[in-house]
């Protein structure tokens, strides 16, 4: 099967040839001369290898600073569950768990900023995306949760956090 570059800027004219009996994906320019070529397994261990925050974050619309808060969350047939959360940003968060609930449940979440433990914070969320189990040692499974309904000045509350913490762990 071959595929046309026609609006990644750069790459205009060129074509990636997928060959499904050697698993590759070839590159050739626009006269058809081969460029280069990556296997399969390559792509997806790349895929692998990278952050949670890379895969992820052409579906976010807010940046994420990972950050541990407890967290509950309660299901639509009420039962509750306590955490920890693995990452948080102004339009979701991450919350472990060793059993995740199918993306598209809808839950409500409970959880507290570290500048004000005393203040929980409400929200109706739904569950994005799960990791079924531990990836590479280092993070664990659980879901990555989407507000649905969260107020406008908590979000900019959590976008000026997740601002702060991302600025303290790569100074510039």
Known sequence: ?????????????????????????????????L??????????????ASSEDARFAHCRTQPRAPLALKVRYTTPEGKQFDSL????????????????????TELTVEFALPDRPWEKLKTKAKVAWVRNKPERYLLFPGMGIQFIELD??????????VDALNRSRNPS
Do not use: Y
């Open 152 to 161: 406008k000045k908590v979000q900019e509350e959590l976008i000026g956090l």
């Open 85 to 104: 959360t693995g990452g948080i940003g102004g339009g979701g968060l991450f919350i472990e768990s060793g059993a995740p609930l199918k993306p598209g």
């Open 1 to 33: 099967m071959k595929l046309p570059v026609v609006s990644t800027a750069g790459h205009q004219g060129k074509s990636l040839v997928i060959d499904s009996d050697l698993e590759t994906i070839n590159v050739h320019d626009a006269s058809g001369h």
């Open 35 to 48: 460029l280069g070529a990556i296997s399969w397994g390559a792509i997806i261990e790349r895929i692998l």
